[in-house]
């Protein structure tokens, strides 16, 4: 066994694969990761041989499998009465306690999926009933996939389990894959972008391993075991003996014990002292809070979530966080005076819902859940669904509720956290704080797990509460809402209700999101700062783009107006969108080309070039490092002499299409200019030397943007730039947004600029 098994059950599970017949017996060795691991992995081997298992952990009265077996009831039967499938149901153990109203409600819903209908005390199946049950047989959620790109060659290393992506994936992130450290550039639904990341210190990927938490009595038995050798060593017993001593006690080797020994003494020098059952430990290092409570994963989970959003509600910003089975770290922006005695236990469970709802890790779950339930059809990319949209559409029904007691009874443990909570209140456990130069042994384990943000939903001061800004904060906070319900709530012009919440949203307070179905916007509370981001289907977007487009393209002067509305432009989008002919558009083009008021940009040979102005041109130009060869530099200069392109061939003796690349080359550094028919030297062209655009990568994605939606692929393959170049350009630009498109074949995640959300 590589690692620390984690449970007791589990150790003897994976023993119990060797020695396969009655007459042998069955081993295991585990192979510890490290000291902590080491005492971890001892005590779990101890307890197994003393039988002490843990008890089986159950949902009790799961809604989504209720919902699942009255489906398979019904297809059996073909109609049930509500009082048969009640008599089925509470059968079984786990529905022992169930009642007839939350029954009622399971159905409620399955008749508003469509899935069954209901007349009096009977229950009928509907045909849509077949597909569901036979979709979710298994309650094992499906594992998706993200590819991890090489954005230094395009190359693809690998694939990464997408729970991990979901939950801690973002720019500037590391984590090792394969042996290597990694950075994250950018990310995006199918992929995520990573260039090498040198030699740090990196977290590694989700495994499997990551799913199967400490239980709270291992950890507790590791705290004890740690805290015995601290008082052995205080009585001057060296490590070579403390070895032996565990030895005679644990199923372990020397090594082993030693290394346990080890770890302890290195922590009593950095910190004085180790935690125990009945101390917590508070470590306050360069500008992080380490908390060592050995209580296990469930539990530190909560009490990590819930201390987050309690620090990021005193200071306004974003709290990072993460977490072990000993304990946790808080990671502000900001200097806090952090008291593990000041987060309340009445306040763990709202505290550690208000932080989870809003993560992708339990959109994900409640996607799932609705799923089952068949409140959503699949397929949905999770990416793609916006935590916030599923909080408003679910939350307070049975689907939010489920998904929230998955997340409790397998993954965190309020409960559990809040109990430790009242027992400092109540002095049963000490909490002792220190400060150290740099992170403790126990704090360098905790600081090496897998981080995320936490970001209070609002913080408004008792001032500000008192006037109309303060009220529809609170409000917000409690349910979105559009303007309009607001100003009938508080009694208030809609009007003025409208100028408060834009100027709340420049502030970053709050957050819109329009509804195309409803075509209402309807207002939060902001998880941080942002613009709108706008779920909207294909024909809405194309309608929109159109009127960009709406102009009468008869000109030299209108086609130059609507390059300074849409950016540089391809002359097959202009007949495209039915501005003009192509005969048209040609010929307006090179009326413009001759007066040196455009030229036309190839970003690659054999595609089709950019109508640009002089100040795209440089933009464009700016935006690439090309470098140039030997022939490159004498094509240059037979241009200087001969600018006709097939004299340059016939001359120079060299085939069209290397000469033509050369050109482009040329083109892109800036020193040549193409009208459609010749090619000209940049100043004799424009009439000025060429001088580079500062941050031009970022110049020319936002006037692509301008003509309207782009995916990042469409950028990459019109440009030529890598993806590091456009997400990082994409990220840089302040007005540029995300959408959600529903195309026929399914979603996509497209970006444009704020102006053209205000077109939607």
Known sequence: QYGSPRT??????????????????????????????????????????????????????????????????????GEATVDEIYDIARKSVFYRSLSREELTKVIAILRRNRLVKASGNKVYRLRKAWRQYYSYLSMIPEVDEVKLVNVTDGSVIGTLDANFSAEYVEAGAKFI?????????????????????????????????????????????????????????????GVSQISDMLMSKYPADREACKAVATL?????????????????????????????????????????RASAYHVSLKTGDAVKTCYSAYGFALMPEVPVDFRLEDVKAETITEYFRASSEMSKRFSRKLLQVAYRFGSL????????????????????????QEAFKEEESFTSNPARAAEILDMIQKGKIKVLYVKTQKPSPLAEYILSKPSFKVKAVYKVSHEALKG?????????????????????????????????????????????????????????????????????????????????????????????????????????????????????????VKSLTSKRKVSLFLVRPGQEPFIVTPEYHRVFASSYRESLDSRDEMILKALK????????????????????????????????????????????????????????????????????????????????LSPADIYSALASIPDARRIIVKFRSGYRRMYCLQSFILQL
């Open 177 to 237: 894959f394969k042996g290597e450290p990694w950075e994250v550039v950018s990310y995006d639904s199918e992929a995520v972008y990573v260039k090498p990341a040198g030699q740090v210190k990196a977290r590694i990927p989700w495994w499997e391993g990551e799913y199967i938490p400490v239980p709270y009595p291992v950890a507790l038995q590791v705290s004890s075991l740690l805290y015995t050798v601290s008082e052995w060593i205080r009585r001057g017993i």
């Open 641 to 720: 002499l001969q600018g006709d392109f097939k004299e340059l061939c016939k001359r120079l003796r060299i085939k069209p299409r290397f000469v033509r690349d050369s050109l482009v080359r040329l083109q892109k550094a800036g020193l040549t200019v193409y009208d459609g028919e010749s090619w000209h030297l940049y100043e004799d062209y424009w009439g000025h030397p060429f001088e580079k655009v500062e941050n031009a990568t970022i110049e020319l994605v936002r006037l692509l943007l301008m003509s309207g939606p782009k995916r990042p692929s469409w950028l990459m393959n019109v440009t030529g």
């Open 8 to 77: 007791i059950v589990n150790l003897l599970q994976r023993t119990g694969r060797s020695g396969h017949s009655m007459s042998r017996v069955s081993h295991v060795i585990i192979l510890a990761e490290s000291p902590l691991d080491a005492a971890e992995s001892m005590v779990i081997a101890d307890m197994a041989l003393k039988g002490r298992l843990e008890p089986p952990t159950v949902e009790h009265k799961p809604f989504d499998v209720l919902a699942l077996q009255i489906l398979g009831i019904l297809l059996e039967k």
């Open 377 to 400: 059809a699949k397929p949905v990319e999770p990416a793609m669904v916006d935590p916030l949209q599923l909080v408003v559409k679910f939350k307070g029904g049975i689907e939010y």
């Open 264 to 304: 302890v003494r290195d922590q009593l020098r950095s910190t004085g002292t180790v935690p125990s059952p009945d101390t917590i430990l508070v470590e306050y290092t360069n500008g992080a809070i380490i908390v060592h409570s050995f209580i296990g994963h469930r539990a530190n989970s909560a009490l990590a």
């Open 468 to 588: 109309l800004e303060g009220m529809i904060l609170e409000k917000l906070a409690r349910k979105p809402m559009t303007s309009r319900e607001l100003a009938s709530l508080l009694g208030v012009e809609s009007e003025r209700v409208r100028s408060i919440l834009i100027d709340l949203k420049s502030r970053g307070l709050v957050y819109d999101i329009l509804f195309t179905d409803r075509l209402e916007r309807v207002w939060f509370v902001s998880p941080t700062p942002r613009g709108a981001e706008v779920h909207v289907d294909y024909e809405t977007v194309r309608k929109a783009v159109q009127r960009i487009f709406n102009v009468e393209l008869e000109t030299g002067e209108s086609l130059l107006k609507l390059l300074g509305r849409a950016g540089p432009l391809r002359a097959s989008w202009l007949t495209r969108m039915g501005v003009a002919g192509m005969d048209t558009v040609r010929s307006i």
